[in-house]
């Protein structure tokens, strides 16, 4: 495909993303975005919600009800609307995405963020091995076979505040019972973003001009990253260098700790094996360790580098993360929790 440059648009044309459309609006990380892209002052946002939904967004967030299961329905919530934001449920209906992609389609929307956060998928043996990426390239494929939109795939790595706080199947803490598990020897560092990261990469992006000015503009823009990953972090850190974190947050160390080791390896193919006794369970344990194997692609900031800088993305403090992932947990986020919310 040729590439576009403002300078051969038609009348009228902006060289701007004013108009951005959420699913998911309301969950952890698509409020982050909405509340992002608001701030920002440049971005009607507008909220496409199932009818009945219940689930709160951000001040300043439109809200469009429609019926998840009429094309129609949704083709008429997307009209005018230059990206499509969709950050679903885990527990979202089959076909759910596919049904999203190809509202998108019908109404024109020019730009589609997938349900593709996460690790990179691009790395073959990570994408197969995480038991993740079929699913993330095949949301990634439905857009590319309706030939209409394109799409960005932020790619954020797991959620840190989450992580810490989810428990030992995701990073290995459980921090009510002051409990750890070391992969290896929890030296292996992957990337990790915060929640307000990906809102706050979203709205940068999405703020700089759409095209090109012409052929000689090299200046960022959202075409830039057209049908490509976006790759952004807050850190890049090692299981061993949370735990630091969260003996500074706590005021511990490793005497008030029960910490195990285990093989990544190991834990890995027992993972594998409950999950083929159905155990679902184990997913979360298969899709974490995977991701810390000794050079197995969680850190893909050493192979791709990141936007942040072009972005103009701060540098956070990973004690400050830390503590809001105590805090998750001490107020009973996991008590709480449900997965048509995330």
């Not at 008429?76 to 076909?95: R, Y």
């Not at 910490?259 to 083929?276: C, F, N, V």
Request: proline content about 3%; aromatic content about 8%.
């Amino acid at each position: 495909m040729a590439p576009k440059y403002a300078k051969d648009q038609g009348p009228g044309f902006t060289n701007a993303v004013t108009k951005v459309a959420i699913i998911g609006a309301g969950g952890n990380v698509g409020k982050h975005m909405a509340a992002a892209l608001v701030a920002t002052g440049k971005h009607t946002v507008t909220a496409i919600s199932r009818e009945g939904s219940g689930s709160a967004v951000p001040a300043g967030v439109a809200v469009v009800r429609a019926d998840y299961a009429s094309e129609a329905s949704l083709v008429a919530a997307m009209a005018g609307q230059q990206v499509l934001i969709i950050s679903l449920s885990i527990h979202a209906a089959p076909g759910t995405h596919d049904a999203l992609v190809a509202a998108a389609a019908k109404a024109g929307v020019p730009y589609v963020m997938p349900n593709a956060y996460g690790g990179d998928f691009t790395n073959e043996a990570l994408a197969r091995e995480s038991l993740h990426g079929a699913t993330v390239r095949a949301n990634v494929a439905t857009i590319e076979a309706a030939g209409v939109s394109a799409w960005i795939a932020l790619t954020c790595s797991f959620w840190y505040e989450w992580s810490v706080s989810a428990g030992p199947s995701a990073y290995g803490f459980d921090i009510a019972q002051r409990a750890a598990t070391l992969f290896d020897d929890g030296a292996e560092k992957i990337n990790t973003s915060t929640w307000a990261q990906c809102g706050r990469a979203v709205a940068a992006l999405l703020s700089l001009k759409e095209l090109p000015d012409d052929e000689r503009d090299t200046a960022p823009a959202v075409a830039t990253w057209a049908n490509k990953l976006l790759y952004v972090s807050s850190f890049r850190v090692s299981q061993r260098d949370m735990l630091d974190s969260l003996h500074r947050v706590l005021g511990t160390t490793d005497a008030d700790w029960t910490i195990a080791k285990e093989s990544s390896a190991e834990r890995y193919k027992k993972g594998l094996e409950e999950l083929q006794k159905g155990d679902r369970s184990a997913f979360g344990r298969v899709l974490y360790t995977r991701a810390f194997f000794p050079n197995g692609g969680g850190d893909y900031e050493s192979v791709h580098g990141l936007a942040n800088s072009v972005l103009g993305l701060p540098e956070e403090d990973l004690d400050e993360a830390t503590r809001a992932a105590v805090e998750l947990t001490k107020n009973g986020f996991w008590d709480k929790f449900s997965y048509q919310n995330n």
